[in-house]
Structures are given as structure tokens and as C-alpha cells.
């Protein structure tokens, strides 16, 4: 049963602490979407990647947040420092290009930050 | 920018009830529109994807839509059930395949 998984599953943490969220995609899937939800913005995207290589990131704060990709097994999420506006749910997505590009998300990190 | 928008925000139905739940897009130049249910505190499952040259997609008794043209897609419910309270989202794929999501129907079938 072929699925997108994340860790840690819930993350709490004091202000300036550095939170690293990780995402393992389904395997054979070369695109990876990481989207926050919150309860005033809904669903947003933050970054993705293809074949490992950053596509956009504009949706990411560039002075707190970064994304990588070390290996086609591993998508990671950074913010160093947190900040409580951070709190919300982080979903990794992972997608094989191609027709349908169907998107498969993992089950989220709930981050709070304190 | 896309911009997707879900109508209405809330809907609550006694069980065995058709119903649609509606989305509209501003950007008729879409990838392909794929609906999601969400139950609370979880993740996104993926119920119907169509790809732009579509214009419907069945699963058992979930049916969905699209007009590219008006911006439109409905997903359908047939002999709504308890079990299908949840959230339902709506999410446009643009060129790189990035999903621009809706804000969500939230759905009460009530027993």
C-alpha cells in the first residue's frame, strides 16, 4: 500500500527553536508539493520540487523557511527560528509527472509553536 | 493568479440525499481539477481527478464535472450517507502541476 508518510506526526515548540519536518514520498514519484494549512488561509503551497530540483519556493518566508530534497527518498521542511504565526498543519504531497499528475498527500505535521 | 472559490461554505442534509457541492475558478487555463475529502485532524484523500480534456469522472457514487469555459466544476453526491461527512476541497492545477485549493465545503449527512 503505496503512501506518502511524514514525521514527526506533531511538533510542539518554544518561539526560535528550529523545526525540521521530513517527508518520505511514494516511492517512483519524481514531484514533491509541501503546502501549510491554517484555519485563515486554508491550503497554500510553500515549495516544490521535480526530479529533486527546486521549482518555486515563492511561497515560503525566505528568511526563516528552506526546503531540499538530499535524495529522491527524502523531502525536508526547515524554519529556523519559529515563530507562533508558524503554527499550522504541513502536508508533503508527492505526484508522478505524466496525464493525470494525480497528487498523494501524506497525513501532515501539526506544528505549534509557543 | 488562480483563484478558486467553493459554494457554500457549509451543508448539512439528512441521509439519502443527492447533493452538489460547487467550485468555480478564475484561470480557465487548468491542468486538471481534482477534488479531495478531508476528515478532521486528518489528511487529504483524493477522490476524482479530471484532467483539463475531460469533462466528468465517476467513482461509485461520487460524480464530478468540469466546463473549462465557465470556470466550473460540481461534484455530485448520490444517497448521501453519515460516513460522508467531511470537508470537501476542490484544488486547480496550473502549469507546474501546483494545486490552488478552495476553502472547503463542510458536509453534515445526518442520520
Known amino acids: 500500500d503505496a503512501r506518502v508518510t511524514q514525521t514527526p506526526r506533531h511538533k510542539v515548540t518554544e518561539m526560535g527553536q528550529e523545526v525540521t519536518m521530513r517527508c518520505q514520498p511514494i516511492?517512483?514519484?519524481?514531484?514533491v508539493f509541501w503546502y501549510r494549512q491554517t484555519m485563515m488561509q486554508g491550503l497554500e503551497l510553500l515549495a516544490y520540487?521535480?526530479?529533486?530540483?527546486?521549482?518555486?519556493d515563492s511561497g515560503m518566508p525566505k528568511d526563516r523557511f528552506s526546503a531540499e530534497m538530499p535524495d529522491a527518498t527524502l523531502a525536508t521542511l526547515k524554519i529556523q527560528p519559529s515563530e507562533p504565526r508558524d503554527s499550522a498543519v504541513y502536508f508533503c504531497?508527492?505526484?508522478?509527472?505524466?496525464?493525470?499528475?494525480?497528487?498523494?498527500f501524506g497525513p501532515g505535521t501539526r506544528l505549534t509553536v509557543t | 493568479k488562480q483563484e478558486v472559490t467553493q459554494i457554500p461554505a457549509a451543508l448539512s442534509v439528512p441521509e439519502g440525499e443527492n447533493l452538489v457541492l460547487n467550485c468555480s475558478f478564475t484561470?480557465?487555463?487548468?491542468?486538471?481539477l481534482q477534488w479531495f475529502r478531508q476528515d478532521p485532524g486528518k489528511g487529504l484523500t483524493s477522490l476524482l481527478l479530471?484532467?483539463?480534456?475531460?469533462r466528468e469522472q465517476t467513482s461509485g457514487r461520487l460524480n464530478a464535472s468540469l466546463d473549462k469555459s465557465s470556470g466550473r466544476s460540481t461534484l455530485y453526491i448520490a444517497a448521501s450517507q453519515p460516513g460522508d461527512s467531511a470537508t470537501y476541497l476542490c484544488?486547480?492545477?496550473?502549469?507546474?502541476?501546483?494545486?490552488?485549493f478552495g476553502s472547503g465545503t463542510q458536509l453534515t449527512v445526518l442520520p
Open positions: 504531497a508527492s505526484g508522478l509527472s505524466g496525464d493525470s499528475y494525480e497528487q498523494y
Open positions: 516511492l517512483g514519484h519524481n514531484t
Open positions: 520540487f521535480r526530479n529533486r530540483a527546486p521549482l518555486d
Open positions: 484561470d480557465s487555463a487548468i491542468y486538471n
Open positions: 479530471i484532467q483539463s480534456s475531460q
Open positions: 484544488a486547480s492545477s496550473g502549469s507546474a502541476r501546483q494545486l490552488t
